[in-house]
């Protein structure tokens, strides 16, 4: 325990786990094989900056390995630490189950404010970072692959799979080692906006279930719900962004670092985040609306939805009581701590939890992953035998029409959309859409059909272990 009281990130982890592992029966020992982190590596490097040698502490740490290659993402911030990366490679072992990706449980994170280097000194420290991890096999197409996460993009995971590349010069699947990656360099269509397009199909998903909606005391669709989302990194952005721009949901107010932007009649995200970029990350003297100084207070607003995207630990004994949002989705991992958790589910809160909810990163890593392996695009054989096909159909109905004078007219609209073969962007989204559709029913099966659980996290952990233990037991460990 902390001097707060609480239990730390990765104590509050095993605590929700154990949660779980009381209500099932995993027979002896299993329950701490499962639960335990496999090993974390610590590495210190050096690096040659501005005239001094500077020194980087980084982790990779994997917490299980009953499937392999194991997968999560590597994270820049100086809050980085042994017990965060531990606790983040777990809920990656349990993310990867529940979303039925093929992957073990692994996480890394360099202690590093990467505002304070320019681009050329990142590319060093990302390099030399990599280079100590690859000797390892802890980055390996087979083995680990990592992928972007708090502080790292696109641009460090191109580094990465560089780095790799030159050494490893004969692997022809170089381009697997890591995911995240830039379209021109071996990534895939739709892998940024990925884990905020997963946090709005799992709305979606919540919201197609009367019954589900009404246990968090409401109704309808997404349309019209007041929502305030914590953070506008790559996930709280996009996440925000498709649910307003394409669902009606309305932001009523963004917390960032430099306090919160509230709007009753609703923000235009793309708007803030463009003012944003141009204001060194800041909203504070956004002008379309009111800044509250104590951003952290605007969780406590009063709302429909309350979309935490930002890190862990910021919802915790302290205000847990004063959130009135009636639902919860977990955008970052770990945002609730374990007496949050319970604090918030006496109160009647639906928390739809983060194992879940932002799954669709490492989902459509999985299908990077994948494309890297097969060496060909998603979509590239079938497209235009599809478009082909549609044609065919639509040529014989307007043949028809004609020839039998019955004056049918398909819409242009109708014919655009039906007449486009599926792109890999397309792919990619409807791939994403199914896992995040099936792994909810997974979830709510067992909140809806076991009297012993009463909410999603439990239903998570519970569906996630049985998976994992089956692997263990079909293992004969
Ligand atoms: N860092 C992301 C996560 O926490 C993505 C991991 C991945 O794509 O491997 O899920």
Redesign the pocket.
Known sequence: MSVSGEPSFRESVDLMFKRATALMDLGPGLEEKIRVCNSTYTVRFGVRLRGKIETFVGYRSVHSEHMEPV???IRYSLGVNQDEVEA?AA??TY?CALVETPFGGSKGGLCIDPRKWDEHELEQITRRFAYELIKRDLINPAQN?????MGTGEREMAWIADQYARMNTTDINAKACV??KPPHAGGIQGRVEA?GRGVQYALREFFRYPEDAAKAGLSGDLDGKRVVVQGLGNVGYHAAKFISEEDGAKIIAVIERDGAIVNDAGLDIEDLRQWMNRHDGLIAAYPHGTHLADGAAALELACDILIPAAMEGVIHLGNAANIKAPLIIEAA?GPITFGADEILRKKGCVIIPDMYA??G??TV?YFEWVKNLSHIRFGRMQRRAEEGRSRLLVEELERLSSAQNLGWQLTPDFKKKFLQGSDELALVRSGLDDTMRTAYQAMREIWHGRADVNDLRVAAYIVSISRVAKTYQSKGL
């Open positions: 997968k999560g993402g983040l809920l990656m993310k692959v990592p992928a972007p996460d995911t995240g884990t991992n932002n799954a990163g490492v890593s």
